[in-house]
């Protein structure tokens, strides 16, 4: 049981510790909006957001914040409680790390990063501790989006309805590691744990 706590703690931390290094690294090498190709189907490209995964914005960001950071107390209480239970499947523990581990990583985006950076204007890059101070209050920082997989794209033909002659681009959405490690707990879990978390009398069943 020890082992998988090991195992959980490491998962967290490991995914925070190079989310931040590469966010930090985006934020002092490359200015807002610098486009990296890297190869056709993958562009380092260096955005802000306010708001929740993958660019999306939803309501007040500091309610968004405050949420992010009492949901992510509610899933570390909720491994430890349930961490022992031989029960548990391991890959179930995964799951809520990489969501813990994510959650966590663009917290500390919106907690710190409007202190410890400037936000000067392209094709100036920010500076980490600045002598004349942040770019804004505690809380209110932005997260730092980076990763940029436009995989393919096509102009839709006339004749369809609505959308015809429009560009398609696939995949849009500007991320970043922590949004990938969410995303990837989430879908690992619908698919192979939806069990577990399909009401409380199915977990009272598997983990009581």
């Not at 807002?32 to 309501?59: P, V």
């Not at 500091?62 to 031989?86: C, E, G, Q």
């Not at 990763?147 to 096509?154: H, T, Y």
């Amino acid at each position: 049981m020890r082992s998988r706590g090991a195992a959980v703690a490491v998962i967290v931390l490991l995914i925070i510790l190079l989310d931040q290094m590469l966010k930090i690294w985006v934020k002092t090498s490359f200015y807002l909006g610098e486009d990296l190709r890297i190869f056709s189907w993958f562009h380092l490209l260096f955005i802000e957001n306010n708001g929740m995964a993958f660019g999306m914005t939803i309501g007040s960001k500091l309610a968004l914040t405050l949420f992010r950071i009492v949901a992510v107390a509610a899933l570390i209480w909720y491994i430890y409680k349930i961490i022992d239970i031989r029960r548990v499947p391991a890959g179930y523990l995964i799951c809520l790390a990489l969501i813990t581990a994510g959650a966590a990583g663009n917290i500390i985006d919106c907690l710190f990063y409007g202190v410890i950076f400037n936000n000067p204007y392209p094709p100036e890059v920010a500076t980490l501790f600045p002598a004349s101070g942040g770019y804004a209050p505690l809380f209110m920082g932005k997260v730092v989006d980076m990763l940029f997989f436009p995989l393919f794209s096509f102009t839709w033909p006339d004749w369809v309805p609505v959308v015809g002659g429009d560009d398609f681009l696939f995949f849009q959405p500007v991320f970043n590691l922590a949004d990938a490690a969410i995303s990837c707990g989430i879908v690992i879990l619908i698919i192979f744990y939806h069990k577990c978390v399909q009401s409380p009398s199915m977990l009272a069943k598997m983990f009581g």
